[in-house]
C-alpha cells in the first residue's frame, strides 16, 4: 500500500511517458517544453533504457545506396524519399538542439562496401542521386576515388561515399536528454515494470519492487514509447522484434587507416573505428527467424560471421581480439515507417522505429507530441 504522502505527490501526472529510452526521454521534453507547468512522470523497465538506445552502433546515418535501393522494392518513390528526409531532418534537428559536442557527433561521412554481390546496384547510383537532390542541394553517394587506401580485402570491389552522415557517442545522446529532463524537472523511475495500461481509467501499472504490490499511476495523457516491448502492452500490433549484437576489439597494434559509419550486405552489418578499436555489429539476416526476439543475447552463429568478417575482409593481416560485445532489442514491421498512432483518447504510441532510432527518435517523439496535443 502506498502512503498518503506518495498518494498526494507521485501518482497522478498530467503526462506518463511508457520507456526511457532516445524516444520515451525525447517525448517527455518536448512535451513539457510546450507545457512548461505540467507534471510529466518517465517510467523505464530497467536501470538503463531496456531496448537499443544505448546498446546501439552510434550510427548518424539515414540509409546507404543499397538499403535505400532495398526500400524501393517495398515502397512508392516518394514514401522512400520522405523517409530520407525525416531521418536527415532528426539528425540535424538533435545536433541543433544540443550540440555536436554533447553528442560527441563526428562527421566523419558514411561509407559502403560494395562486393560482386552488390556491384549491380552500382548502376542505380546517378538515379538515387537525382531523387535525392530536392533533399540534400547536392549528390548524395559517390564512389571513393581511391578503395585500396582503405586496406580491405580484394573482395570489395568498390567504395561508395556519403558526406551527409557521421557518427556519435550513444552514451553521451542519453546522458544528454537525462540532463535535459532534470532541467526541464522531469521525473524519471527506472526498475518500474509496467504491467499494463487501463485505457479507459489511463491508469499505467507497475509493479513495486519493495512492497510486491502493483502502483496505479494516473495520467491525463500516456505516451508509449517502448518500440519492440510495446506489443507486450498493446495488442494487434504490426511488428517483430529484431536483435541486434555489436561487438568492439581490444585496442589494436596498427593504426586504423580509416574513420566513418561503414556499411556493408546491404546494410545489416556496420562497423566503425572507435579509439583504434573496432566496432563492428549486425549480421541478423543471416538468422532472422532466432533473432526475431525481445530476449538479450548472443547468436554464436552471427558471432563467427562477424569475426571471420573482421579478420578477412575489413582488417586483413591484422591480430584481431574482441573484448566487449552485447546486443540489444530493436522493431521492425513490413516497411521502415514508425507507427504514431493514437490508441484511445489521449493515448498515444511512437514505436517500431526499423533499426533508426538515433536518426528518427527525436521527430518522432515530435509527431507524437503533436498527436497528443489535438486530443
Known amino acids: ?15 506518463v511517458v511508457i520507456g526511457a529510452g532516445i524516444v520515451g526521454l525525447s517525448t517527455a521534453i518536448q512535451f513539457k517544453n510546450e507545457n512548461p507547468n505540467a507534471s510529466v512522470l518517465v517510467l523505464e523497465r530497467g536501470i538503463f533504457p531496456s531496448g537499443a538506445s544505448t546498446r ?70 546517378d538515379y538515387i542521386n537525382t531523387i535525392l537532390s530536392p533533399i540534400f542541394g547536392e549528390d548524395v553517394f559517390e564512389l571513393e576515388k581511391k578503395p585500396v587506401d582503405f586496406g580491405f580485402s580484394s573482395e570489395v570491389k568498390a567504395i561508395v561515399r556519403n558526406n551527409f552522415e557521421g557518427e556519435l557517442d550513444s552514451g553521451k545522446f542519453l546522458n544528454t536528454l537525462w540532463e535535459t529532463c532534470q532541467v526541464f524537472k522531469i521525473k524519471i523511475l527506472t526498475g518500474a515494470a509496467v504491467k499494463e495500461i487501463d485505457q479507459v481509467k489511463k491508469t499505467v501499472t507497475v509493479q513495486h ?42 585496442p589494436l597494434t596498427k593504426t586504423i587507416p580509416w574513420k566513418g559509419a561503414f556499411h556493408y550486405d546491404l546494410g545489416y552489418v556496420y562497423f566503425r573505428n572507435i579509439e583504434n578499436r573496432l566496432l563492428i555489429g549486425g549480421g541478423r539476416n543471416l538468422d532472422i527467424e532466432a533473432e526475431q526476439t525481445l530476449e ?31 546486443s540489444g532489442v530493436m522493431s521492425f514491421g513490413p516497411n521502415k515507417k514508425p507507427i504514431i498512432e ?34
Open 56 to 125: 546501439n552502433a552510434g550510427f548518424a546515418c539515414f540509409g546507404s545506396l543499397t538499403e535505400i535501393l532495398d526500400d524501393l522494392n517495398v515502397l512508392p518513390v516518394q514514401e522512400v524519399k520522405s523517409l530520407v528526409e525525416k531521418r536527415y531532418q532528426g539528425l540535424r534537428a538533435i545536433r541543433t538542439v544540443f550540440g555536436d559536442k554533447a553528442l560527441g557527433y563526428e562527421g566523419n561521412g558514411g561509407f559502403e562496401l560494395i562486393t560482386s554481390k552488390e556491384e549491380k546496384y552500382l548502376g542505380k547510383l
Open 1 to 15: 500500500m502506498l502512503s498518503f504522502w506518495e498518494k498526494r505527490s507521485f501518482v497522478h501526472h498530467d503526462l
Open 209 to 250: 519492487a519493495s512492497y510486491d504490490t502493483l502502483i496505479d499511476f494516473e495520467a491525463e495523457k500516456i505516451a508509449v514509447c517502448t518500440n519492440a516491448f510495446a506489443s507486450q502492452l498493446i495488442g494487434g500490433l504490426d511488428m517483430q522484434p529484431g536483435r541486434g549484437m555489436v561487438m568492439v576489439t581490444k
Open 342 to 375: 493514437c490508441v484511445t483518447q489521449d493515448i498515444g504510441m511512437a514505436v517500431r522505429l526499423g533499426g533508426m532510432g538515433v536518426a528518427i527518435g527525436w521527430q518522432t517523439a515530435s509527431d507524437l507530441v503533436k498527436l497528443l496535443r489535438k486530443q
Open 296 to 326: 538479450p543475447g548472443i547468436n554464436p552463429k552471427l558471432k563467427k560471421y562477424l569475426q571471420e568478417l573482421a579478420r578477412e575482409i575489413i582488417l586483413p593481416g591484422q591480430s584481431i581480439d574482441f573484448d566487449q560485445e552485447w
